[in-house]
C-alpha cells in the first residue's frame, strides 16, 4: 500500500514489509566517534528503544559489503562536514540503511513495495515518518551512500521538506565524490551547455530555472551538474555570495517564509550570474 507522494521521490511516505531475517547491524554514532556492531535479528517493524537522537545509520545487510570500514570513515564525517555547510550543527537521527546484495534482488523488492519509485542504483524514502536508505552492493555503494546520507541529514535537519529540491540534490552531489571527479563529471556537462561563450547564462543553468524543479523524476543530467555547481559556487567564500545562502538556511531552519534564493541574491549581489559564470569557467 502507497499512501500519497509527499512532493518529491526522496521524500514519499508508504508502508512496506520487511521479513525477518538474521542480518548483521553496524551503528554509527552521530557526529562523535561512537562506532560499534552488534549481531541482531532485526524485524523491520521494530524501534531502537533508547538510541533516538544519539545514532544515525543502523545498517541492515546478509553480508557485510566490501570495503565496509572506509565507507564507514567517510560516512562518519558527515554530520561535521554538513553542519559546516549549514552554519550550524546537523541533526542526527537514527535512519535505517538496507543493503542489498545485487540488482535484481533490489529491483524484486523495488517492484514489490515502490513500485512507482524511480529506478535508480540508491534511495532515500521515509516510511511512515521513518527515514530509509535503500542501496546495492557494488563498486558505486559509497558514493551512493554518500549521496542518500546527505539527504537524510537535508531531511533530518531541514523539516517539513523546507530544503529546495536542487539545494537538497546539489549537496548531495557535492558530498558523494571528491571535488576533481565531482568537475569532471559535472563540468563536461556545463560546459557543452555553454558552449565557446562566457558571457550568457544559458536558461536551464540559471538558479530560477533550478528552483523551478519540484520533481527529480523530471531532473536530468544537466539539472544535477547546475545544481551541484550552485552549491559550490555559494560555499565559496570568493564570489560574495555565502553571507546570502548562510542567511537562507537559517531562514528555512527556523521554518521562515524564505522565498526564492536567487530572489535574494538578485537584491544583494545584483551581478551574482556573472559572478557564476567567472566560477564556471574556474572548474
Ligand atoms: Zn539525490
Same mark, same amino acid.
Given at each position: 500500500m502507497v499512501s500519497p507522494v509527499i512532493?518529491?521521490?526522496?521524500?514519499?511516505?508508504?508502508y512496506w514489509h520487511v521479513s525477518r531475517r538474521a542480518v548483521l547491524r553496524s551503528v554509527i554514532g552521530g557526529t562523535a566517534s561512537l562506532l560499534f556492531t552488534a549481531r541482531v535479528n532485526w524485524v523491520?517493524?521494530?524501534?531502537?528503544?533508547?538510541?533516538?537522537?544519539?545514532?544515525?545509520?543502523?545498517?541492515?545487510?546478509?553480508?557485510?559489503?566490501r570495503g565496509f570500514e572506509e565507507i564507514l570513515a567517510e560516512l562518519k564525517q558527515l554530520p561535521l562536514r554538513l553542519s559546516e555547510v549549514y552554519?550550524?550543527?546537523?541533526?542526527?537521527?537514527?535512519?535505517?540503511?538496507?543493503?542489498?546484495?545485487?540488482?535484481?534482488?533490489?529491483?524484486?523488492?523495488?517492484?514489490?513495495?515502490?513500485?512507482?519509485?524511480?529506478?535508480?542504483?540508491?534511495?532515500?524514502?521515509?516510511?511512515?515518518g521513518r527515514?530509509?536508505?535503500?542501496? /546495492?552492493?557494488?563498486k558505486t555503494l559509497l558514493q551512493d551512500l554518500m549521496h542518500e546520507a546527505v539527504?537524510? $541529514?537535508? #531531511?533530518?535537519?531541514?523539516?517539513n521538506t523546507s530544503m529546495p529540491l536542487w539545494m537538497d540534490e546539489g549537496l548531495a552531489e557535492w558530498a558523494e565524490d571528491s571535488?576533481?571527479?565531482?568537475?569532471?563529471?559535472?563540468?563536461?556537462?556545463?560546459?557543452q551547455l555553454l558552449g565557446g561563450q562566457r558571457i550568457l547564462l544559458p536558461e536551464p543553468i540559471r538558479l530560477a530555472a533550478l528552483e523551478k524543479i519540484k520533481s527529480t523524476t523530471r531532473a536530468d543530467a544537466v539539472d544535477y551538474a547546475a545544481s551541484w555547481a550552485w552549491c559550490r559556487f555559494?560555499?565559496?567564500?570568493?564570489?560574495?555570495?555565502?553571507? /546570502?545562502?548562510?542567511?537562507?538556511?537559517?531562514?528555512?531552519r527556523d521554518a521562515q517564509q524564505a522565498g526564492? $534564493?536567487? #530572489?535574494?541574491?538578485?537584491?544583494?549581489?545584483?551581478d551574482y550570474e556573472q559572478r557564476f559564470l567567472r566560477f564556471l569557467t574556474s572548474i
Open positions: 512532493t518529491t521521490d526522496s521524500t514519499f511516505d508508504h523491520g517493524a521494530t524501534e531502537p528503544s533508547t538510541t533516538a537522537g544519539k545514532q544515525w545509520l543502523q545498517f541492515h545487510y546478509t553480508e557485510a559489503p552554519g550550524s550543527p546537523a541533526i542526527v537521527r537514527a535512519v535505517n540503511v538496507l543493503i542489498f546484495s545485487d540488482r535484481q534482488q533490489y529491483f524484486a523488492h523495488l517492484e514489490k513495495t515502490l513500485p512507482t519509485a524511480p529506478r535508480r542504483n540508491s534511495l532515500f524514502i521515509v516510511r511512515s527515514p530509509t536508505i535503500l542501496a /546495492v552492493q557494488g539527504h537524510s $541529514l537535508n #531531511h533530518l535537519t531541514f523539516r571535488v576533481e571527479q565531482q568537475s569532471r563529471v559535472h563540468g563536461k556537462a556545463l560546459r555559494l560555499l565559496s567564500g570568493k564570489y560574495g555570495c555565502r553571507g /546570502v545562502w548562510n542567511r537562507y538556511l537559517q531562514d528555512i526564492r $534564493l536567487s #530572489h535574494r541574491l538578485a537584491l544583494t549581489v545584483p
